[in-house]
């Protein structure tokens, strides 16, 4: 009876622990000065057309990249969408990891530099590619207009939220 209880505190205490160092906020890095003074076009946030724009890149990109742990290379056919779609069943993107725009406290931190900056160079150690080879600057912009109505119930909204990190690389 004592070696159950036990391994039920134990257990509980991994889920506690663990549920703790998720909910804990990762520290962003900083931007690198390449993309310190990358700021949206002006008017962009919300603009109508600039978003449907950006959603027609979001789910058509075509991108290639190499899965290393597999040794091939994987082909992206449905834009942003291939990762970053919700799975209805999970209510998570489809890619365990991607980040869920729909999470407008974590989305709310990223400057606009800083969202320009992981779009267009990738994340690293994920499975985020760059995308600046394959996107114009035009249309990575468009495509983050697009990916915040997200965290706004999907309706246009400006990006001028106090949580708004910026930190640049010294």
């Known amino acids: 009876m004592k070696k159950r209880v036990g391994a039920v505190l134990l257990l509980l205490l991994f889920v506690w622990?663990?549920?703790?160092?998720?909910?804990?906020?990762?520290?962003?890095?900083?931007?690198?000065?390449?993309?310190?003074?990358?700021h949206m076009p002006k008017g962009w946030w919300t603009d109508a057309a600039i978003i449907k724009e950006?959603?027609?890149?979001?789910?058509?990109?075509?991108?290639?990249i190499e899965d290393k742990r597999a040794k091939k290379m994987v082909k992206?056919?449905?834009?942003?969408?291939?990762?970053h779609a919700i799975d209805k069943a999970k209510d998570r993107p489809v890619t365990r990891g991607a980040q869920d725009f729909?999470?407008?406290?974590?989305?709310?931190?990223?400057?606009?530099?800083?969202?320009?900056?992981?779009v267009s160079e990738g994340v690293p150690k994920t499975k985020m590619?760059?995308?600046?080879?394959?996107?114009?600057?035009?249309?990575?912009?468009?495509?983050?207009?697009?990916?915040?109505?997200?965290?706004?119930?999907?309706?246009?909204a400006d990006h001028t939220h106090k949580e708004i990190v910026v930190s640049v690389e010294p």
């Open 102 to 118: 729909r999470a407008e406290k974590a989305m709310n931190r990223f400057s606009d530099a800083y969202w320009f900056w992981r």
């Open 17 to 38: 622990v663990g549920q703790a160092s998720a909910e804990k906020e990762e520290e962003l890095k900083p931007v690198p000065k390449a993309y310190a003074d990358k």
């Open 76 to 83: 992206i056919e449905k834009g942003c969408l291939t990762c």
């Open 54 to 64: 950006g959603q027609r890149l979001f789910e058509t990109a075509k991108h290639e």
């Open 129 to 156: 590619p760059a995308w600046k080879e394959k996107l114009t600057e035009e249309e990575r912009w468009k495509v983050i207009a697009y990916e915040h109505t997200w965290s706004h119930g999907s309706k246009p």
